[in-house]
Protein backbone atom coordinates (compact mmCIF):
# COMPACT_ATOMS: atom_id res chain seq x y z
CA UNK A 1 0.00 0.00 0.00
CA UNK A 2 0.51 3.72 0.30
CA UNK A 3 2.03 3.76 -3.71
CA UNK A 4 2.94 6.72 -5.48
CA UNK A 5 4.13 7.23 -9.10
CA UNK A 6 5.81 9.40 -10.92
CA UNK A 7 5.75 10.06 -14.63
CA UNK A 8 8.45 10.09 -16.41
CA UNK A 9 11.34 8.86 -14.80
CA UNK A 10 13.93 10.59 -16.36
CA UNK A 11 13.84 13.80 -19.44
CA UNK A 12 16.05 15.88 -21.85
CA UNK A 13 14.82 18.53 -22.83
CA UNK A 14 16.48 21.50 -24.97
CA UNK A 15 16.61 24.63 -23.38
CA UNK A 16 13.47 26.93 -23.77
CA UNK A 17 11.19 24.25 -23.98
CA UNK A 18 8.60 23.07 -21.25
CA UNK A 19 8.63 19.60 -19.32
CA UNK A 20 5.32 18.11 -17.45
CA UNK A 21 6.10 15.33 -14.58
CA UNK A 22 3.20 13.63 -13.71
CA UNK A 23 2.49 12.27 -9.81
CA UNK A 24 -0.08 9.93 -9.06
CA UNK A 25 -1.00 8.25 -5.94
CA UNK A 26 -2.32 4.21 -6.95
CA UNK A 27 -3.70 2.96 -3.86
CA UNK A 28 -5.71 5.86 -1.37
CA UNK A 29 -6.50 9.21 -2.29
CA UNK A 30 -4.51 12.52 -1.72
CA UNK A 31 -5.54 15.16 -0.13
CA UNK A 32 -2.61 16.85 -0.48
CA UNK A 33 0.53 16.81 -3.04
CA UNK A 34 4.23 18.00 -2.29
CA UNK A 35 6.90 18.90 -4.93
CA UNK A 36 10.11 18.61 -3.88
CA UNK A 37 13.78 19.17 -5.72
CA UNK A 38 16.86 17.92 -4.91
CA UNK A 39 20.70 18.16 -6.02
CA UNK A 40 23.03 15.63 -5.92
CA UNK A 41 24.25 15.08 -2.64
CA UNK A 42 22.27 17.05 -1.24
CA UNK A 43 18.45 16.97 1.32
CA UNK A 44 14.82 17.82 -0.14
CA UNK A 45 13.62 21.13 -0.91
CA UNK A 46 10.24 22.02 -0.64
CA UNK A 47 8.99 23.73 -3.71
CA UNK A 48 4.81 23.69 -3.42
CA UNK A 49 1.93 21.97 -1.65
CA UNK A 50 -1.04 21.24 -3.81
CA UNK A 51 -4.34 20.31 -2.42
CA UNK A 52 -6.81 19.10 -4.58
CA UNK A 53 -8.75 21.22 -6.30
CA UNK A 54 -7.43 24.70 -5.08
CA UNK A 55 -3.86 26.79 -6.01
CA UNK A 56 -0.46 25.21 -4.77
CA UNK A 57 1.08 27.38 -2.24
CA UNK A 58 5.15 28.19 -3.48
CA UNK A 59 7.96 28.27 -0.96
CA UNK A 60 9.82 30.98 -0.65
CA UNK A 61 12.36 31.69 -3.72
CA UNK A 62 10.26 29.05 -6.07
CA UNK A 63 8.62 30.97 -9.42
CA UNK A 64 5.15 29.97 -9.91
CA UNK A 65 5.14 30.97 -13.47
CA UNK A 66 8.27 28.88 -13.80
CA UNK A 67 6.72 26.07 -12.25
CA UNK A 68 3.16 25.30 -12.78
CA UNK A 69 1.31 23.25 -10.26
CA UNK A 70 -1.74 21.32 -11.14
CA UNK A 71 -3.69 19.00 -8.71
CA UNK A 72 -6.95 18.34 -10.68
CA UNK A 73 -7.52 14.91 -9.03
CA UNK A 74 -7.14 13.24 -5.54
CA UNK A 75 -4.64 10.74 -7.60
CA UNK A 76 -2.95 13.15 -9.68
CA UNK A 77 -1.08 16.02 -9.61
CA UNK A 78 1.33 17.74 -12.34
CA UNK A 79 4.34 19.43 -12.60
CA UNK A 80 5.23 21.95 -15.23
CA UNK A 81 8.88 23.06 -15.88
CA UNK A 82 8.11 26.26 -18.49
CA UNK A 83 11.52 27.41 -20.71
CA UNK A 84 13.45 25.26 -18.92
CA UNK A 85 16.82 26.03 -18.25
CA UNK A 86 20.06 24.38 -17.79
CA UNK A 87 19.72 25.82 -14.28
CA UNK A 88 16.29 23.77 -13.85
CA UNK A 89 18.35 20.16 -14.61
CA UNK A 90 17.78 18.44 -10.44
CA UNK A 91 15.51 15.75 -9.12
CA UNK A 92 11.99 16.49 -8.64
CA UNK A 93 10.12 14.28 -6.18
CA UNK A 94 6.55 13.94 -5.40
CA UNK A 95 4.85 12.42 -2.42
CA UNK A 96 1.44 12.15 -1.24
CA UNK A 97 -0.84 12.25 2.16
CA UNK A 98 -4.22 11.90 2.39
CA UNK A 99 -7.73 10.07 3.31
CA UNK A 100 -7.38 6.73 5.16
CA UNK A 101 -3.65 6.93 6.32
CA UNK A 102 -2.16 8.88 9.21
CA UNK A 103 -2.78 12.32 7.34
CA UNK A 104 0.45 13.31 8.36
CA UNK A 105 2.67 10.87 6.30
CA UNK A 106 4.35 11.37 3.62
CA UNK A 107 5.25 8.71 0.87
CA UNK A 108 7.31 9.47 -1.71
CA UNK A 109 7.76 8.93 -5.63
CA UNK A 110 10.33 7.27 -7.28
CA UNK A 111 11.43 11.12 -8.47
CA UNK A 112 12.13 12.37 -12.07
CA UNK A 113 15.43 13.00 -13.80
CA UNK A 114 15.54 15.96 -15.46
CA UNK A 115 18.21 17.19 -17.79
CA UNK A 116 18.11 20.56 -19.90
CA UNK A 117 20.73 20.76 -22.72
CA UNK B 1 10.47 28.25 12.11
CA UNK B 2 11.62 24.53 12.18
CA UNK B 3 15.25 23.69 12.12
CA UNK B 4 16.74 19.62 12.14
CA UNK B 5 20.23 18.65 12.37
CA UNK B 6 21.21 15.63 11.52
CA UNK B 7 24.60 13.78 12.06
CA UNK B 8 26.67 11.84 11.16
CA UNK B 9 26.71 12.99 7.40
CA UNK B 10 28.69 9.82 7.06
CA UNK B 11 28.47 6.46 8.83
CA UNK B 12 31.07 3.05 7.76
CA UNK B 13 30.44 0.10 9.97
CA UNK B 14 31.02 -3.47 9.18
CA UNK B 15 28.33 -6.00 8.36
CA UNK B 16 26.70 -7.00 11.86
CA UNK B 17 27.40 -4.01 13.64
CA UNK B 18 24.90 -1.29 14.65
CA UNK B 19 24.82 1.84 13.55
CA UNK B 20 23.28 5.39 15.50
CA UNK B 21 22.09 8.52 13.44
CA UNK B 22 21.06 11.43 15.29
CA UNK B 23 19.02 14.44 15.24
CA UNK B 24 17.52 17.36 16.82
CA UNK B 25 14.98 19.72 16.38
CA UNK B 26 14.12 23.08 17.44
CA UNK B 27 10.31 23.61 17.31
CA UNK B 28 9.02 22.37 20.33
CA UNK B 29 5.14 21.99 18.30
CA UNK B 30 6.45 19.22 16.35
CA UNK B 31 4.90 16.18 17.05
CA UNK B 32 6.12 14.03 13.87
CA UNK B 33 9.29 12.47 13.21
CA UNK B 34 9.76 10.08 10.43
CA UNK B 35 12.34 8.55 9.21
CA UNK B 36 13.44 7.92 5.27
CA UNK B 37 16.28 5.47 3.44
CA UNK B 38 17.04 6.56 -0.09
CA UNK B 39 19.22 4.83 -2.43
CA UNK B 40 20.97 6.12 -5.49
CA UNK B 41 18.65 7.40 -8.07
CA UNK B 42 15.33 6.89 -6.05
CA UNK B 43 12.78 8.40 -4.30
CA UNK B 44 12.77 8.44 0.08
CA UNK B 45 11.35 5.53 1.35
CA UNK B 46 9.32 5.45 4.95
CA UNK B 47 11.14 3.22 6.98
CA UNK B 48 9.71 4.31 10.30
CA UNK B 49 8.27 7.50 12.13
CA UNK B 50 7.50 8.06 15.51
CA UNK B 51 4.95 11.01 17.37
CA UNK B 52 5.56 12.53 20.38
CA UNK B 53 3.50 10.77 22.40
CA UNK B 54 5.60 7.76 22.68
CA UNK B 55 9.71 7.91 23.34
CA UNK B 56 10.57 4.71 21.37
CA UNK B 57 9.21 2.67 18.69
CA UNK B 58 10.65 -0.89 16.96
CA UNK B 59 10.18 -2.64 13.62
CA UNK B 60 12.57 -5.98 13.38
CA UNK B 61 15.96 -4.50 13.19
CA UNK B 62 15.30 -0.30 13.16
CA UNK B 63 14.28 1.37 16.21
CA UNK B 64 13.62 4.94 16.60
CA UNK B 65 13.63 6.82 20.03
CA UNK B 66 12.27 10.75 20.87
CA UNK B 67 13.42 12.90 23.68
CA UNK B 68 11.11 15.39 23.73
CA UNK B 69 12.40 17.26 26.66
CA UNK B 70 15.91 17.28 24.62
CA UNK B 71 14.04 17.69 20.97
CA UNK B 72 16.17 15.10 19.95
CA UNK B 73 15.31 12.16 18.22
CA UNK B 74 17.71 8.82 16.95
CA UNK B 75 17.72 5.82 14.83
CA UNK B 76 18.94 2.94 15.19
CA UNK B 77 19.94 0.09 13.05
CA UNK B 78 20.99 -3.42 14.53
CA UNK B 79 22.75 -6.19 12.75
CA UNK B 80 23.56 -4.17 9.48
CA UNK B 81 23.58 -5.90 5.98
CA UNK B 82 25.20 -4.06 2.72
CA UNK B 83 21.64 -3.71 1.25
CA UNK B 84 21.21 -0.95 4.40
CA UNK B 85 23.80 1.37 2.41
CA UNK B 86 21.81 4.10 1.43
CA UNK B 87 21.04 7.93 2.06
CA UNK B 88 18.96 8.53 5.36
CA UNK B 89 16.83 11.66 6.21
CA UNK B 90 15.27 12.46 9.56
CA UNK B 91 12.49 14.80 8.86
CA UNK B 92 9.95 16.90 11.75
CA UNK B 93 6.58 18.07 11.75
CA UNK B 94 3.79 20.12 13.37
CA UNK B 95 1.76 17.07 11.82
CA UNK B 96 -0.93 17.99 9.84
CA UNK B 97 -1.01 21.49 10.63
CA UNK B 98 2.73 21.82 9.03
CA UNK B 99 5.46 20.69 6.44
CA UNK B 100 8.12 18.46 6.81
CA UNK B 101 11.57 19.66 7.52
CA UNK B 102 14.64 17.26 6.70
CA UNK B 103 17.52 17.17 8.54
CA UNK B 104 20.82 17.03 5.23
CA UNK B 105 21.02 13.40 5.51
CA UNK B 106 23.59 10.50 6.41
CA UNK B 107 25.54 8.23 3.73
CA UNK B 108 25.51 5.19 5.88
CA UNK B 109 27.63 2.43 4.35
CA UNK B 110 27.75 -1.15 5.24
CA UNK B 111 30.80 -3.36 4.27
CA UNK B 112 30.63 -7.08 3.77
Known amino acids: GAVVSQHPSWVICKSGTSVKIECRSLDFQATTMFWYRQFPKQSLMLMAT?????????EQGVEKDKFLINHASLTLSTLTVTSAHPEDSSFYIC?????????????FGPGTRLTVL | GENVEQHPSTLSVQEGDSAVIKCTYSDSASNYFPWYKQELGKGPQLIIDIRSNVGEKKDQRIAVTLNKTAKHFSLHITETQPEDSAVYFC???????????FGKGTKLSVKP
Open chain 1, 50 to 58: SNEGSKATY
Open chain 1, 95 to 107: SAEGQGRNTDTQY
Open chain 2, 91 to 101: AASRGSQGNLI
